[in-house]
């Protein structure tokens, strides 16, 4: 590293001497200093892609800083000692500029980047004597590994890299033995959990937000800002089945904020950023919405709005009053609660009927995708976390009305609980009381202890083990850790150091879609 430092300020040396006095040309530093890691294209090579849309809010001083100081545990070098502070003004500026033209990436171009490991070798059963269904993944964003973590004694099976920025819950095959990782500059990795061994990646889109699985296992579908697709992969070998483009009725663009899969209804669910409609997308010729019988089972006048088109990959358009980029559903996936992130409210809307069927009060940007639910004296309700404010709504999914709304002490990301947890775990991500635990009791709704292990640092999102009788919470910081607690006693049982842990993924807890987890 030092070598290539040291290359890099006799290049820039010769290269970037400019006249007395002239700005600098942040197009030109880029081109010589930065495009061999991210590309003449600034979409990504051996370092992520450098666009507005990856950039999201490292932009002005943030992003200068970076270029500056560099990034730890990583191959980006600080270029504080090679260019001046206007120079690297000049090409964070660039930087934030969008793309000349936009990028073509379909099928020959994704395909074009699949990998698929020589050395990997399918075993005929797990490689280790833990209990298969019972592996948590914890993904640390740190250094860009995924840690395979023994779900009884926590022992690490292993320790792979991932691509950069994964983002979303990775996806489980069905049977839980392969799992796909997703990052955010759209490279899908496949890793077998029997073997322990990655199995190869593709880049699947050049901006993407997550993935899904199909009831079947057979195809992965891959939500993309940019392009403006979906695109659906063989699960199998990594290859390309399908990229939808996505355009409203009127023709305009839309930006796939998040793919959901749909097991019952045999369907992935698409939530669109700029046009008010849902897509479904059929994965099975026979899905219920793509049935003929399905369309004449339900209210005259209905039809319009049900699928016109039939076959794997058909796809549905229901019709919304507005944008919707966040959902979550109730557990036969007949009903979706809907908001917009900048909304006042949620929507639920019918899948069966394509229709809005209410509205919900859910001030504070709820963050839907982080609900949960579970029966409470007979009745079942969902809980969702807002992250603008200190509360977490919890609603009757029957009549939909607003049962209570719990106060916290700032606004929460992830909520989380399980079948065998007495409690909701809800994060405190950030606010003066940022990195407490609200622990909440799933019958009387009341605040039951507020536990505070690391004050002041991000602790936040919880996994349980198969059975719920372990939480394990990530202390979300670069030398950060991830806590295994009682979940019974409230007790610290051990702590297991890791690079910046998020998200924590139990096999078992994924493939059943356990009430208390996100699917
Ligand atoms: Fe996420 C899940 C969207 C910012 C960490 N996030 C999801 C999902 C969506 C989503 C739609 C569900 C996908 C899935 O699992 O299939 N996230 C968004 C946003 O729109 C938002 C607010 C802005 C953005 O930049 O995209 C956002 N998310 C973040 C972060 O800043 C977090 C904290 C750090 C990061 O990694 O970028 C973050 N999001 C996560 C994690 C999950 C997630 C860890 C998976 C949770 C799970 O338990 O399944």
Same mark, same amino acid.
């Given at each position: 590293?030092?070598?290539?430092?040291?290359?890099?300020?006799?290049?820039?040396?010769?290269?970037?001497?400019?006249?007395?006095?002239?700005?600098?040309?942040?197009?030109?530093?880029?081109?010589?200093?930065?495009?061999?890691?991210?590309?003449?294209?600034?979409?990504?090579?051996?370092?992520?892609?450098?666009?507005?849309?990856?950039?999201?809010?490292?932009?002005?001083?943030?992003?200068?800083?970076?270029?500056?100081?560099?990034?730890?545990?990583?191959?980006?070098?600080?270029?504080?000692?090679?260019?001046?502070?206007?120079?690297?003004?000049?090409?964070?500026?660039?930087?934030?500029?969008?793309?000349?033209?936009?990028?073509?990436?379909?099928?020959?171009?994704?395909?074009?980047?699949?990998?698929?490991?020589?050395?990997?070798?399918?075993?005929?059963?797990?490689?280790?004597?833990?209990?298969?269904?019972?592996?948590?993944?914890?993904?640390?964003?740190?250094?860009?590994?995924?840690?395979?973590?023994?779900?009884?004694?926590?022992?690490?099976?292993?320790?792979?890299?991932?691509?950069?920025?994964?983002?979303?819950?990775? /996806?489980?095959?069905?049977?839980?033995?392969?799992?796909?990782?997703?990052?955010?500059?759209?490279?899908?990795?496949?890793?077998?959990?029997?073997?322990?061994?990655?199995?190869?990646?593709?880049?699947?889109?050049?901006?993407?937000?997550?993935?899904?699985?199909?009831?079947?296992?057979?195809?992965?579908?891959?939500?993309?800002?940019?392009?403006?697709?979906?695109?659906?992969?063989?699960?199998?070998?990594?290859?390309?089945?399908?990229?939808?483009?996505?355009?409203?009725?009127?023709?305009?663009?839309?930006?796939?904020?998040?793919?959901?899969?749909?097991?019952?209804?045999?369907?992935?669910?698409?939530?669109?950023?700029?046009?008010?409609?849902?897509?479904?997308?059929?994965?099975?010729?026979?899905?219920?919405?793509?049935?003929?019988?399905?369309?004449?089972?339900?209210?005259?006048?209905?039809?319009?709005?049900?699928?016109?088109? /039939?076959?794997?990959?058909?796809?549905?358009?229901?019709?919304?009053?507005?944008?919707?980029?966040?959902?979550?559903?109730?557990?036969?996936?007949?009903?979706?609660?809907?908001?917009?992130?900048?909304?006042?409210?949620?929507?639920?809307?019918?899948?069966?009927?394509?229709?809005?069927?209410?509205?919900?009060?859910?001030?504070?940007?709820?963050?839907?995708?982080?609900?949960?639910?579970?029966?409470?004296?007979?009745?079942?309700?969902?809980?969702?976390?807002?992250?603008?404010?200190?509360?977490?709504?919890?609603?009757?999914?029957?009549?939909?009305?607003?049962? /209570?709304?719990?106060?916290?002490?700032?606004?929460?990301?992830?909520?989380?609980?399980?079948?065998?947890?007495?409690?909701?775990?809800?994060?405190?991500?950030?606010?003066?009381?940022?990195?407490?635990?609200?622990?909440?009791?799933?019958?009387?709704?009341?605040?039951?202890?507020?536990?505070?292990?690391?004050?002041?640092?991000?602790?936040?999102?919880?996994?349980?083990?198969?059975?719920?009788?372990?939480?394990?919470?990530?202390?979300?910081?670069?030398?950060?850790?991830?806590?295994?607690?009682?979940?019974?006693?409230?007790?610290?049982?051990?702590?297991?150091?890791?690079?910046?842990?998020?998200?924590?993924?139990?096999?078992?807890?994924?493939?059943?879609?356990?009430?208390?987890?996100?699917?």
């Amino acid at each position: 590293m030092i070598r290539r430092i040291a290359s890099l300020s006799l290049l820039a040396g010769s290269l970037l001497a400019h006249p007395a006095h002239a700005a600098p040309d942040g197009a030109t530093i880029y081109a010589d200093l930065c495009a061999s890691c991210h590309a003449e294209t600034r979409l990504g090579g051996t370092g992520p892609a450098l666009i507005p849309e990856s950039l999201g809010r490292l932009k002005g001083e943030k992003l200068m800083t970076v270029i500056a100081q560099g990034r730890a545990m990583t191959q980006m070098p600080a270029f504080r000692g090679t260019l001046s502070a206007e120079e690297i003004a000049a090409v964070a500026e660039f930087l934030g500029q969008p793309l000349p033209a936009p990028p073509v990436w379909d099928a020959g171009a994704i395909m074009a980047t699949r990998s698929l490991r020589a050395d990997y070798q399918a075993t005929p059963a797990p490689v280790f004597d833990a209990d298969p269904m019972n592996i948590t993944l914890v993904v640390e964003t740190g250094d860009s590994h995924i840690s395979v973590l023994n779900g009884d004694t926590f022992a690490v099976l292993d320790r792979f890299e991932t691509p950069f920025a994964v983002h979303g819950g990775p /996806k489980f095959s069905p049977d839980g033995r392969f799992v796909f990782v997703m990052s955010r500059d759209g490279w899908v990795q496949k890793y077998d959990i029997w073997s322990l061994h990655e199995v190869g990646r593709v880049r699947a889109g050049l901006n993407s937000r997550n993935i899904a699985m199909s009831h079947d296992g057979k195809w992965l579908a891959v939500a993309n800002y940019l392009p403006a697709t979906l695109t659906i992969l063989s699960t199998d070998d990594l290859s390309v089945a399908k990229v939808l483009q996505v355009q409203g009725r009127d023709g305009r663009e839309s930006r796939v904020a998040a793919v959901y899969q749909a097991p019952q209804r045999k369907s992935f669910v698409l939530a669109l950023k700029d046009v008010p409609e849902i897509w479904e997308v059929a994965t099975d010729p026979d899905a219920g919405p793509f049935h003929d019988g399905f369309v004449h089972s339900h209210e005259a006048g209905m039809e319009e709005s049900l699928a016109a088109e /039939k076959g794997l990959f058909a796809r549905r358009r229901i019709d919304v009053t507005a944008p919707l980029d966040d959902f979550f559903f109730d557990p036969d996936y007949r009903n979706l609660i809907g908001a917009n992130r900048e909304g006042e409210t949620g929507v639920v809307v019918n899948l069966d009927v394509g229709r809005e069927i209410a509205t919900l009060p859910l001030p504070g940007m709820p963050h839907l995708g982080s609900g949960i639910s579970w029966v409470r004296q007979g009745r079942r309700v969902m809980a969702v976390p807002h992250l603008n404010e200190g509360r977490i709504s919890v609603i009757d999914m029957q009549d939909w009305s607003l049962v /209570k709304t719990i106060e916290t002490s700032g606004p929460g990301f992830f909520l989380r609980s399980h079948d065998g947890a007495p409690q909701i775990w809800a994060d405190v991500f950030t606010g003066p009381h940022k990195g407490e635990m609200h622990l909440i009791d799933k019958e009387t709704l009341d605040l039951v202890a507020v536990i505070s292990p690391e004050p002041g640092k991000t602790v936040a999102h919880t996994e349980f083990t198969r059975d719920g009788s372990r939480a394990l919470v990530s202390i979300w910081e670069d030398d950060g850790a991830v806590i295994v607690f009682d979940t019974a006693t409230r007790q610290e049982l051990m702590r297991l150091p890791m690079r910046k842990p998020s998200g924590k993924y139990n096999v078992w807890n994924k493939i059943t879609f356990e009430d208390g987890t996100s699917h």
